[in-house]
T-cell receptor
């Protein structure tokens, strides 16, 4: 049973455009939702995270939108740059992130110059 | 560099052999996690420690896998009698219990290839 579903699997966006990645979760016990960025040969790097008591969080060009009733959350990358080309993973955890993370399958993002 | 350190970065071994990986977490972090990542997939949780206590094990952690964190600092993950299906990237992450949101910081992993 896949507890975090991520879409799309791959995404191509023009430089300067907005990249949008969506995730849906099933386990209502999840209370911490981070996004990670991963480059080939490297470990995932934390981008931004949100708790369910807020509906949106913004850090620089990265924004998480969270819809608790729909059990969905999304990552928006504004003014996408070629350096943003990477694989992005959404994840979820219980106990404020103390438990192990459940990851989505990832989105391979390509930003075309 | 004060990030999570994993050793070795690559390991090639024959099926049936035992392998051991090491993880050194960020120095003030008291939680340590192990994950496995196969090609084209997200990381899958294996187990985690708070200090030296192993608090949770995933169903993915078969009896051929064992993890230790003897002094609450570095951790080792051993796989006995390796199988082809064990080929993956093994990732270690650490976090500090007292931080809001308790973000997990990952190392760059050990890539295991079984011949």
């Amino acid at each position: 049973q896949q507890q975090v579903k991520q879409s799309p699997q791959s995404l191509i966006v023009q430089k300067g455009g907005i990249s949008i990645i969506n995730c849906a979760y099933e386990n209502t016990a999840f209370d911490y939702f981070p996004w990670y960025q991963q480059f080939p040969g490297k470990g995932p790097a934390l981008l931004i995270a949100i708790r369910p008591d807020v509906s949106e969080k913004k850090e620089g060009r990265f924004t998480i939108s969270f819809n608790k009733s729909a059990k969905q959350f999304s990552l928006h990358i504004m003014d996408s740059q070629p350096g943003d080309s990477a694989t992005y993973f959404c994840a979820a955890s219980r106990r404020g992130g103390a438990d192990g993370l459940t990851f989505g399958k990832g989105t391979h993002l390509i930003i075309q110059p | 560099d004060t990030g999570v350190s994993q050793d070795p970065r690559h390991k090639i071994t024959k099926r049936g052999q035992n392998v051991t990986f090491r993880c050194d977490p960020i120095s003030e972090h008291n939680r340590l996690y192990w994950y496995r990542q196969t090609l084209g997939q997200g990381p899958e949780f294996l187990t985690y420690f708070q200090n030296e206590a192993q608090l949770e094990k995933s169903r993915l952690l078969s009896d051929r896998f064992s993890a230790e964190r003897p002094k609450g600092s570095f951790s080792t993950l051993e796989i006995q009698r390796t199988e082809q299906g064990d080929s993956a990237m093994y990732l270690c992450a650490s976090s500090y219990e007292g931080w809001v949101g308790q973000p997990q910081h990952f190392g760059d992993g050990t890539r295991l290839s079984i011949l």
